[in-house]
């Protein structure tokens, strides 16, 4: 079994950012977008978005390649509390080539364990990451 499912690290750089990211003391909502760098066998960091909607986030996404997003969300309770949850998002759409999401699925525990975030959810199509949707699985926290 040669082709046997390909784990990545995580960059030590990126595992530093998203430690400092997730004590950041901005309000906003933020991203940090992630890929897997083949060559070196890491997740590496692609790209990091300040003010980003769900749905300007959903317009960053490649919509025939798997990311990881980490997002900072101003979630505003019905109660009128604010809360600024961290969570990642592991996109992963339909169409994208096999050895690409298994890599990608492979990898997601690893990154799980690095960034320690507990708030993890997955889409198979951009079109489905709406600020409804994200509210909706942040709820289940409250």
């Known amino acids: 079994m040669s082709d046997s ?46 003010d980003v909607s769900p749905e300007d986030l959903r317009a960053e996404l490649p919509e025939r390649q798997p990311r990881f997003v980490a997002y900072s969300y101003q979630y505003k309770h019905d109660d009128g509390r604010v809360s600024y949850p961290l969570c990642l998002i592991f996109s992963s759409p339909l169409g994208c080539k096999p050895e690409q999401q298994m890599m990608y699925a492979g990898s997601k525990n690893r990154l799980v364990q690095a960034t320690q975030l507990t708030k993890v959810f997955e889409i198979r199509t951009t079109e489905e990451l709406t600020e409804d949707w994200l509210r909706e699985r942040l709820a289940f926290f409250r």
Request: proline share 2%; aromatic share 4%.
């Open 5 to 50: 499912l390909v784990v990545c690290d995580v960059d030590p750089a990126l595992t530093e950012r998203l430690q400092r990211f997730r004590f950041r003391k901005e309000t906003n909502n933020a991203a940090i977008l992630m890929k897997i760098d083949r060559d070196r066998q890491l997740v590496v960091l692609e790209e990091e978005l300040e």
